[in-house]
């Protein structure tokens, strides 16, 4: 384990190296991605030194053992009390911060919400859901953007799409996909009897242009001269430039530039975008068909997570957690769901590397 941790201090100390170069300072992409990783490692890294701090402690408490002034052989045993229990938990700590991670955790995410079975009164509980979320969302730092929202006819949304950015947003988000159930008195019942409806939320990740990766060995080159506007130089010479990659057998080229290497930059980012494109439109099916298994079918019964307002409760069936304040949960104070959700996960990963 300390070889691992070792291994992650020293990319941890080179990203912090290139926080500082002035190229990568320049670039605001690459710069945003190299503190996204190097925030992504401060937990473990602030972990690991604590624990090294205390074998450093122990290491001095135990060599006080074999002190001669009886005084010293006794404040060094009681040390060593207190540092051993500190020293496990500190372990305990690394071992769940090494379980790796899901690659889409850093990402920002597409979040949906839907009305599901329950009529008006399951807009109006979207609704609720998404002002829940956007508070959590605030508390967070993170910042969010509608992409698109259709709103019920008596209140709340029948669909609301957000887009979420920040640290860690899919890490912490991605367990929320599902559907989601309330038990209230709606405010269109006027008999004051509880009903039941529900939601759907699916949390996607982003696919990012960086996801994109091309490989020069996948690239076949070919040069042409250009034709058209340009007199005798597009005659003359073969600045034209079209790429294939061999993989998909996608075909981007340019004749815009008057130099060959112009083309090939132009021609080259025009592949990049089609690769892109078609990549996304592969991700988004893909996508599209996990979030039917994600939501099931909206209905009261297919549900993750019930809110029942008359006894100020929520349960979360996957990993049968039952807490009784709801009305703090609706104002978004999420984390001792999300925390269990999370730790539910980890404890799976363990037993995985266990075996």
């Known amino acids: 384990m300390i070889d691992k941790l070792e291994e992650i201090q020293a990319h941890y100390k ?21 503190n996204k990783e190097y925030k992504d490692l401060q937990e473990i890294m602030a972990v690991f030194g604590d624990y090294r701090n205390v074998i450093s402690n122990l290491d001095s408490a135990k060599a006080h053992l074999k002190d001669p002034d009886e005084e010293m052989r006794e404040m ?4 060593l009390e207190e540092l051993q229990p500190r020293l496990e938990e500190l372990e305990e700590q690394l071992r769940f911060l090494l379980i790796p991670k899901d690659p889409d955790d850093r990402k920002d995410v597409v979040f949906e919400i839907r009305s599901g079975t329950g009529g008006d009164e399951a807009a109006i509980f979207a609704g ?32 609301i799409v957000l887009e979420v950015s920040g640290q860690n947003v ?51 080159t070919d040069t042409f001269r250009s034709s058209g506007a340009g007199g005798q130089h597009v005659n003359k010479t073969e600045s034209g ?29 025009r592949l990049y975008q089609k690769i892109y494109e078609s990549q996304k439109q592969a991700y988004e099916s893909e996508q599209a068909s ?33 807490l009784y304040n709801l009305d703090r949960i609706m104002e978004g104070d ?7 959700l999370q730790m539910a996960e980890n404890a799976e990963k363990l037993k995985g590397e266990a075996v």
Not at 21 to 33: C, F, G, H, Q, S
């Open 290 to 322: 996990k979030r039917r298994s994600l939501v099931g079918t909206g209905d009261r019964s297919d549900k993750i997570r019930t809110y029942n307002y008359p006894q100020n409760r929520v349960t979360d069936h996957r990993i049968n957690l039952t």
């Open 128 to 159: 609720d859901l998404y002002r829940m979320y956007s508070k959590y969302f605030d508390t967070q730092g993170w910042k969010q953007e509608v992409l698109q929202i259709n709103e019920g006819t008596v209140g709340g949304y029948s669909k």
């Open 76 to 79: 060094a045993e009681m040390e």
């Open 334 to 340: 999420l984390e001792a769901i999300l925390e269990g």
């Open 241 to 269: 430039v079209r790429f294939t990659h061999l993989p998909t057998g996608i075909v981007a080229e340019s004749t815009d530039g008057r130099s060959q290497i112009k083309n090939r930059e132009i021609a080259l980012q």
């Open 14 to 34: 080179h990203l912090e190296e290139q926080m500082t170069d002035p190229e990568i300072l320049a670039d605001i992409d690459r710069y945003t991605k190299i």
């Open 170 to 220: 899919y890490g912490k988000l991605k367990f929320e996909s599902g559907a989601h159930r309330v038990q209230r008195v709606p405010v269109t019942e006027t008999q004051g009897r509880v009903h039941t409806s529900a939601a759907t939320v699916v949390v996607m990740p982003k696919l990012e242009m960086e996801d994109v990766d091309i490989r020069k060995s996948d690239l076949k």
